[in-house]
């Protein structure tokens, strides 16, 4: 016997139970609990999800890394210059 955690599926499987025949009523008592589970899964990730939100920092803001390159004495080998500024959180 499946057994339904909220009072609304409990009311649906008695209804479903009083108006189909038997095996009919078993498939749809398992349909109707895997729908109550994942019913359950679903409002329990959008509740966490909505006490989280608050909480998250947003995105640092960093700026891309500056590129400088200039030809040296040796042909085909370039001097490279990678530079990028530090914000004061960084150190």
């Given at each position: 016997m499946i057994t339904f955690r909220l009072n609304e599926f409990k009311a649906?499987?008695?209804?479903?139970?009083?108006?189909l025949p038997g095996p009919l009523y078993f498939v749809a008592c398992?349909?109707?609990y895997e729908l109550e589970s994942r019913y359950i899964a679903l409002k329990a990730s959008s509740a966490v999800d909505k006490a989280i939100i608050p909480l998250t920092p947003s995105d640092p803001v960093l700026e891309p890394p500056r590129y400088y390159s200039e030809p040296s004495e040796v042909e085909g080998l370039d001097i490279i210059e990678l530079t990028r500024t530090r914000s004061q959180d960084e150190g």
């Open positions: 649906i499987a008695e209804w479903i139970r009083k108006h398992g349909w109707l």
